[in-house]
């Protein structure tokens, strides 16, 4: 192993939304990581505030002008005008939609280890529209909102989750909502099995 961070090191932090927890999905949903082989170093269920929230979305300081670019091509994509052509005033939109949606009951948030634990949390929890998410994916599989009819009924997309977008974001979002001392450090027996070099360890 080398002296830079072992690959089984990755962490990602899960959160499920209330939505998520009002339709009884939380053993389902942290079924689906647990089976991949993906370690929970931490847990816990809380209601946000409004800070919290939007300390969370706007930790990466180019997110406001992303998403608010990123959506505005959505909208030229499906040939509709968007509601505003400055980025900015569309994400203040989406984050006030946000805050409702996530202090709207509580959330379960988790930490998550192991190897490309944010590419594979995200593999999972599928894209971030319902409508689009894969089959087989927990959005896929779970919920079937869209942005059009959120945007027409003026809310956030209901998309059960949030995953970090890279292992990068993940370890910003984790100091925002885990205190150190909340995080555990253990070893889990599978890992023997998922990581070990030899597989010597089986056979008596
Ligand atoms: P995530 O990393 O998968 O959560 O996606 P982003 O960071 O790009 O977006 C965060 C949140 O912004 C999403 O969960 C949506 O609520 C909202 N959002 C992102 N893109 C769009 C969009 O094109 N339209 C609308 N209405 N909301 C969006
Ligand atoms: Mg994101």
Redesign the pocket.
């Known amino acids: 192993m080398s002296k830079e961070k072992h690959f089984k090191k990755e962490r990602t932090l899960i959160m499920i939304k209330p939505d998520g927890v009002q339709r009884s999905l939380v053993g389902e949903i942290i079924s689906r990581y647990e089976k991949i082989g993906l370690k929970m170093i931490a847990m816990k269920m809380m209601i946000p505030t409004e800070k919290q929230v939007e300390e969370h ?1 706007t930790l990466d300081p180019e ?1 406001r002008r992303v ?1 608010g670019e ?2 505005i091509k ?1 909208y030229k994509a499906k040939g509709m005008n968007p509601p505003s052509e400055d980025p900015f005033e569309i994400t203040d939109k ?1 984050l006030a ?2 805050k409702k949606y996530m202090t709207s009951g509580p959330m379960v948030l988790m930490i998550l280890e192991g190897a490309h634990a944010a590419a594979i949390g995200r593999k999972i929890s599928g894209g ?1 529209e319902p409508l689009t998410s894969d089959v087989g994916t927990i959005r896929g599989d779970y919920v079937l909102d869209s ?1 059009q009819m ?2 027409v009924d003026g809310r ?2 209901r ?1 059960l989750l ?1 995953a970090s ?1 890279s292992a990068e974001e993940a370890e910003m979002e984790i100091k925002h909502w885990f205190d150190a001392k909340e995080i555990l450090s253990y070893r889990l027996v599978q890992e023997q099995i998922i990581y070990d070099v030899n597989l010597d360890g089986i056979l008596e």
Request: glycine share 16%; charged share 10%; proline share 0%.
């Open positions: 979305y997110w998403t990123k959506t959505g989406i939609g946000l971030t942005y959120s945007d956030a997309v998309n949030h977008g």
